[in-house]
């Protein structure tokens, strides 16, 4: 079946703006992560969100990023007035509960000018 | 705070021969995964490993964990060009719905 989908695949901005990236999870998927993959940081959780449970913010780097998941499925990670230091890939992952294997999609590659 | 430590980092290494990757992770843990990443492409589940003891194979590939000393290896037998990619073990501690990755070992399989 499909996997876990993400667009844009790229998205260059300016510094300043704010932006969008959206990921579709893998049908009847409860638990969707944000994950992001910059060279000096490595891999870093972000925020989870699990059926209609409060989502786990702990991960987001400031008050300028924020996500929602609409209806249980899509997800949209929102980052306001962005700085070069938010370039990165992003990274959306799903799994079918919480506990089970995350599923990856190809992610997000952000690029702040 | 959890911390996850690979190594080696960079490991090129002759085709047949065999390696091990080593990850270390400083708390107790639910589970440990590793996970494949080739250039430009997303992450992709080889093994998730759930107790003390544990042991999965996929073909050349060979993941372990060892919950008392905080340890997992991937091991490789007789490496082939194909498995040329970055391999990532991930740790998820008891309670923390979220994983937290090593800094990842790049391996170079050479002809």
């Known amino acids: 079946g499909a996997g876990v989908s993400q667009s844009p695949s790229n998205k260059v901005t300016e510094k300043g703006k704010d932006v969008e990236l959206r990921c579709d999870p893998i049908?009847?998927?409860?638990?969707l992560y944000w994950y992001r993959q910059s060279l000096g940081q490595g891999l870093e959780f972000l925020i989870y969100f699990q059926g209609n449970s409060a989502p786990d913010k702990s991960g987001l780097p400031s008050d300028r990023f924020s996500a929602e998941r609409t209806g249980g499925s899509v997800s949209t990670l929102t980052i306001q007035r962005t700085q070069q230091e938010d370039s990165a890939v992003y990274l959306c992952?799903?799994?079918?509960?919480?506990?089970?294997?995350?599923?990856f999609g190809p992610g997000t590659r952000l690029t702040v000018l | 705070e959890l911390k996850v430590e690979q190594n080696p980092l960079f490991l090129s290494m002759q085709e047949g021969k065999n390696y091990t990757i080593y990850c270390n992770y400083s708390?107790?843990?639910?589970?440990l995964y590793w996970y494949r990443q080739d250039p430009g492409k997303s992450l992709e589940s080889l093994f998730v490993l759930l107790s003390n003891g544990a042991v999965k194979q996929e073909g050349r590939l060979m993941a372990s964990l060892d919950t008392k000393a905080r340890l997992s290896t991937l091991h490789i037998t007789a490496a082939v060009h194909d498995l040329s990619a970055t391999y990532f073990c991930a740790v998820e501690p008891f309670a923390l719905r979220q994983l937290t990755f090593g800094s990842g070992t790049q391996l170079t399989v050479l002809p």
């Open positions: 049908s009847g998927h409860t638990a």
């Open positions: 992952a799903s799994s079918l509960l919480l506990s089970d294997t995350q599923y």
């Open positions: 708390t107790t843990s639910d589970r």
